[in-house]
């Protein structure tokens, strides 16, 4: 029994930086429609292992992609290669982000910092 949950935790913690590493240097995640599906078969990973590795250190896949999408954001902001999203589909712009809206991506954005894109900029533009 013991021996089985060590190797299980050694196969997951593969399994993670696998997906993880592939995920980020590829950024996957900027995909609006990537699913845990589309990720196990591009790494080549069973879905249920990729479930299971991400669920251990996250609540699930969404909450794990949403976050890199998070950090994404968040770099380009303090990269100062945010732009506002001026004009134009605001969808669009959204998707550039892996979200499949504007609406959705704020929602994240809220949930994660408190704030909607428009105010992490104008933070950004106050602080210069």
């Not at 994404?72 to 100062?80: G, N, Y």
């Amino acid at each position: 029994m013991k021996n089985s949950k060590k190797t299980w935790e050694y196969t997951r913690e593969i399994v993670f930086e696998r997906l993880d590493r592939m995920m980020r240097e590829d950024k996957l995640y900027l995909d609006y429609s990537m699913t845990l599906p589309k990720l196990s078969e591009m790494t080549g990973t069973n879905r249920t292992y990729a479930s299971r590795a991400i669920c251990e250190k996250y609540k699930s896949f969404r909450e794990y992609i949403n976050g890199l999408r998070v950090e994404h954001i968040l770099a380009d902001v303090q990269e100062k290669n945010a732009v506002e999203p001026e004009g134009g589909d605001p969808d669009e712009f959204a998707n550039s982000y892996g979200f499949r809206t504007r609406r959705s991506l704020d929602r994240i954005l809220v949930k994660e910092t408190g704030c909607t894109y428009r105010k992490i900029l104008r933070r950004r533009n106050r602080s210069k």
